[in-house]
């Protein structure tokens, strides 16, 4: 029998689990009944969520279009949270131009699969997982079938032995198609999103599409990263704008999110991506690595609450909190999210996915734009709702406030204690208007 590549073992398993149920079935030219199916379904679910427990912020990063530097954000965040003192996994999630490998000097690795497991390759402690450790050569072009491009995205998620991660840094595919969709859908909770773009004023049209597929998605911007910003000269060091600069900023404020920074064009991050070496690590002092790491540490307090120190792994003492709203009719959650009579507020310890303390308060009269403000006021990371229109979902993440929508009911602890556990059900937004 031929020797299997990695990749076939790994991308086509859950398709042989389908196959091989219908010949133990005695019954391999039937399809599956629709109860197979959804048992399936289940199951994958299940694993998913029993993965995703264990990783404790979840980021993307994005642009409008390739070739912006999304993949070199990527990297150069993850290796300096690791360097912090987290751990970290790195997920190549651009299946049709996987760069992050060459980016880390890893073109020749292959990836291990072990009990329908892919285990992430380990460089400098963070952990990465591309769809160019499965390819025969870098040259391969992969040509998807529709499901099957869905499927490798669920999987790299829910059969990597990602272990327990502080952060998981998803390199997401360009755009806001599908493929970005997904990711966001199958990570559930994204605790931010970082969107890549250049000076151009065009890219500010791809910032906009970025902004909106967060707002619709209630996933918060944590900000926006004008790369390619003039040119550091090599001999003196000195910045030039050479094309128009400030795009990313006016957009930023355009679109009410905050801006991180801007990165020159220096030829030493050209030159780090070929040789796979990490810019922010191998050309620390340079003045772009720096304005890099202030991005960095800017992303990181936004995400944490903590500043970036030398040793930024949280100790048992720091231990953070979180507050979670759930809006209230009669002491059950409230279908309608601006009309509701009370709030519940759940204090819950993150880590040990338990309730701390519940509060409840009356909400605030009826009035438009007022909601946001007052829940950043009382310092609620999360709203778990049952649903929740357009507008209040834009203006929350812009108060840094995530919203978790279709909610289907219950009391405020059953419902928090599902979202801990990974096991709350989510239905349609009802109320997108
Ligand atoms: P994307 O992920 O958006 O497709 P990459 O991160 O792969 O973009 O970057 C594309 C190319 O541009 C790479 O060769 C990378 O080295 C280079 N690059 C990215 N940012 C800069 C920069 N600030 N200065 C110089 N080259 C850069």
């Known amino acids: 029998m031929a020797e299997r590549s990695t990749q076939e073992t790994f991308i086509s398993s859950s398709e042989e689990e389908h196959e091989t149920k219908q010949t133990k079935d005695g019954n391999a030219s039937t399809h599956q009944t629709p109860n197979d199916r959804h048992q399936r379904q289940l199951e994958q679910e299940r694993k998913l969520q029993e993965r995703l427990k264990h990783i404790r912020y979840r980021l993307v990063v994005l642009s409008g279009k390739g070739g912006v530097g999304k993949s ?36 020749a690795t292959t990836g291990h699969v072990e009990g329908g497991e892919l285990y992430p390759v380990e460089v400098q402690g963070l952990k990465v997982v591309s769809l160019g450790f499965l390819l025969r050569s870098q040259q391969d072009a992969v040509i998807w079938r529709g499901p099957l491009k869905a499927g490798i995205l669920r999987q790299f998620l829910s059969d990597v032995a990602w272990g ?30 970082v969107i890549v773009t250049t000076p151009q004023k065009i890219a500010g049209i791809d910032v906009r599409k970025c902004v909106t597929f967060c707002r619709q998605l209630g996933v918060r911007v944590l900000g926006v990263i004008e790369n390619m910003s003039g040119f550091v000269c090599g001999h003196c060091g000195k910045i030039t704008p050479i094309f128009q600069t400030g795009g990313g900023l006016r957009i930023a404020t355009d679109m009410n999110v905050p801006f991180l920074g801007s990165i020159p064009i220096d030829p030493k991050i050209v030159e780090a991506c070929d040789t796979g070496e990490v810019f922010v690590t191998n050309y620390a002092s340079s003045e772009t690595a720096k304005k ?3 991005i960095i540490a800017k992303i990181v307090s936004k995400v ?39 709030f519940a507020l759940v204090d819950v310890d993150p880590e040990k996915r338990s309730i701390i303390k519940r509060e409840d308060v009356d909400a605030p009269p009826h009035q438009p734009g007022l909601l946001p403000p007052w829940l950043s006021q009382k310092k609620v990371d999360i709203i778990i709702a049952g649903g929740m229109g357009r507008r209040a979902l834009g203006l929350f993440a812009e108060h840094g406030i995530q919203v978790v929508v279709g909610a289907k009911g219950g009391t405020p602890e059953e419902i928090v204690e599902d979202y801990l556990n990974g096991k709350l059900e989510l239905g349609q937004n009802i109320c997108d208007h």
Do not use: Y
Request: aromatic letters at 2%.
């Open 292 to 294: 890099m790491h202030e």
């Open 304 to 342: 944490t609450g903590r500043p970036i120190t030398k040793t930024n792994s949280p100790s048992p003492e720091e231990k953070k909190t979180m507050k979670i709203a759930i809006p209230l009719a009669s002491g059950q959650l409230s279908p309608h999210f601006g009309h509701c009579e009370h």
């Open 164 to 193: 327990e991660l502080d952060f998981l840094i998803v390199d997401s595919p360009p755009g806001t198609g599908d493929e970005p969709l997904s990711i966001c859908q199958l990570l559930g909770k994204v605790d931010g999103a």
């Open 72 to 107: 070199t954000v990527a990297v150069n965040l993850a290796v300096s949270l690791v360097l912090e003192g987290w751990k970290v996994g790195l997920l190549d999630a651009d299946i049709h131009g996987p760069s992050i490998p060459t980016m880390l000097g890893l073109e």
